[in-house]
């Protein structure tokens, strides 16, 4: 037990020749097929990644999960593969389940459900869902994490040091030291699911005058440090409705919208993990959100930089984006690196400037978004490179991954008006004492 909550040796071991065996005969066929000139066959090489992947399970399969979920960064063969670990990744078997239950909640553990679905309902890269049915008829999800996931968090953080450690010696253009610092942690907190529970309760609080937004219940007793129970919210994959009118996805990418920016303006929390597993669509449009691993609590200061940059773009104001990027962590900025930073931050906040209804970018195309980051990629390298503040990672991670979404979903909606209702009447102050309110209600 004691391995299995805190890691071990043995357990990262294994990782890294998991790792290694898995992805090393990958990449050798694909290093095979361009080495001997033949045509590497997408579909199953694709299918392949993605069991390799799915049976790793952990931050490796996250990474995946978060590629998939931006339009055009793979060919689609490999999209439709690594879409299935959104949702149904591969599950372990039930005998599996009967000892990780048992240990969790002791060997009488069936007794404490009126029934427990044998398969999973979904398998994601840390654990997997069963279904199951309170002795009160309630419906359930019983989240339960996979073994040894620390000893996998640790090697694969350890592989990813190594990897930016390499990277940058190629590539000054961004110092990983903070990226990784970050990641980390929030990894490492994932794995602590009544560290979930309480975060679950506190969306629950920040989100209960929002009506198109929902939030499960945990269930106390039937939940511990390895095992989450909570109300089962039923709801349909957001990609069912890429085709659905455009009233019904303009109706969902709003509600999308306001489930990971309310809580940021009004409490300073942001829900870092917006791939296509963690909601799900109910039928009158609103979201449900599932998971609540992921969450960072902000320096109410550091919000209010957030807007206090969209302030100097709109106005062209340079001593107030100087004191946006100061107030974030950044320091000894010139005025060429400012301008580098602005360019990234124009293309992130363009669909808040204009008062009118528009996509989330003109073209629907992901490519555009990487073409611009690649020339704020070669301009930083050229300066010298930057330090980007840890929070950074998951801010851009949300941006980054909603814009996906509202992109797959085509939708037309006035972002500034959402925006602005948001934003209006801000006030650091304020936001400082709500966010204590709440974090002290939910024990965090």
Not at 207 to 230: C, K, Q, Y
Not at 243 to 270: H, K, Q, S
Not at 288 to 306: H, I, K, Q, T, Y
Request: aromatic share 8%; charged share 25%; net charge negative.
């Amino acid at each position: 037990m004691a391995q299995d909550k805190n890691g071990s040796v043995t357990g990262r071991v294994r990782r890294y020749a998991k790792v290694g065996a898995s992805m090393g005969g990958l990449a050798a066929r694909a290093a095979g097929a361009r080495y001997l000139g033949l045509d590497l066959d997408k579909d199953r090489h694709a299918e392949d990644l993605k069991a390799a992947l799915g049976g790793l399970k952990g931050p490796l399969m996250k990474v995946a999960q978060i590629l998939s979920t931006i339009p055009d960064v793979l060919p689609d063969e490999y999209v439709r593969e690594l879409q299935e670990l959104q949702t149904n990744a591969p599950a372990m078997g039930w005998p599996f389940v009967k000892r990780r239950m048992a240990s969790e909640l002791g060997a009488d553990w069936m007794a404490k459900f009126a029934s427990f679905e044998h398969a999973a309902a979904h398998a994601a890269s840390l654990g997997q869902v069963h279904r199951a049915v309170g002795h009160d008829g309630a419906a359930y999800a019983c989240k339960l994490q996979y073994p040894d996931m620390l000893s996998a968090v640790d090697a694969d953080l350890r592989q990813l040091r190594l990897a930016f450690s390499i990277f940058e010696r190629y590539d000054n253009a961004i110092s990983t030291k903070q990226i990784h610092a970050e990641l980390s942690e929030r990894l490492r907190e994932e794995l602590d699911y009544r560290r979930e529970a309480r975060h679950m309760a506190l969306y629950a609080a920040m989100l209960s005058n929002e009506p198109g937004v929902h939030v499960p219940d945990s269930i106390a007793a039937l939940s511990t440090d390895r095992l989450l129970t909570m109300t089962w919210l039923e709801g349909a994959p957001l990609m069912t409705f890429r085709n659905a009118p455009l009233e019904t996805r303009n109706a969902i990418a709003a509600n999308m919208f306001r489930a990971w920016y309310a809580p940021l303006y009004d409490c300073g929390v942001i829900h870092g993990d917006p791939h296509l597993g963690n909601y799900s669509v109910r039928p009158d449009l609103g979201i449900n959100l599932l998971d609540f691993g992921c969450v960072r609590v902000f320096p109410p200061s550091f919000v209010g930089a957030v807007i206090d940059l969209f302030n100097a773009l709109r106005t062209d104001d340079h001593d107030l984006a100087v004191h946006a990027y100061e107030t974030w962590g950044f320091s000894g900025l010139s005025r060429e690196m400012i301008d580098v930073l602005n360019m990234w931050a124009a293309f992130i906040y363009a669909p808040l400037m204009e008062d009118k209804v528009q996509k989330i970018q003109e073209s629907e195309s992901g490519l555009y978004g990487a073409k611009i980051a690649n020339k704020v990629h070669v301009a930083l390298r050229e300066l010298g490179g930057v330090t980007p503040p840890r929070e950074f990672v998951l801010m851009d991670r949300a941006a980054i991954g909603l814009g996906s979404v509202f992109m797959h979903l085509r939708a037309e909606i006035n972002w500034s008006e959402l925006f602005q209702d948001l934003i209006q009447d801000f006030d650091v102050a304020q936001l400082k004492r709500r966010q204590t309110r709440a974090l002290k209600a939910v024990g965090l």
